[in-house]
């Protein structure tokens, strides 16, 4: 299980993830990552704890799928939130083959997407105009 600390409730922050973090795909699964958010939900100075959350659409398959693939997902994450910046925002989307996935799969397109993530990025080649 997810410790509640480490989970993504709130409809803002699913969206501040998505829009305005930086994407990964993969075959089974798109991760967004926005590092270093501070929650707006939590007073004084403290960075919170990274934070995940989870979207398995109908696409993915009945309630039985989608609630094994969530599982799977969430106990993917728990293991590796050592790994993110505090304060990060990380939203997991499946894609429609994650229902057919072995667990392997998951964790090897999850761990691809979080290490190309968690790169340094990009700089501007044109020295970027501010």
Partial sequence: MLPTEHRLRRREDFAAAVRRGRRAGR???V???R????DPH???EMVPPARAGFV????????????KVQRRLRHLVRDRLDRL??????VVRALPGAGQAEY???AHD?????QRLLRTPRRDPGGGAP
């Fill in 56 to 67: 398995v659409s109908k696409a993915i398959g009945n309630a039985v799928v989608r609630n």
């Fill in 42 to 44: 939590v007073p004084g």
């Fill in 104 to 106: 392997e799969a998951l």
């Fill in 31 to 33: 991760v967004h990552l």
């Fill in 85 to 90: 910046p505090a304060g990060s925002l990380v």
């Fill in 27 to 29: 075959p089974l699964l």
């Fill in 35 to 38: 590092s270093g958010a501070t």
């Fill in 110 to 114: 999850l761990d691809a997407a979080l």
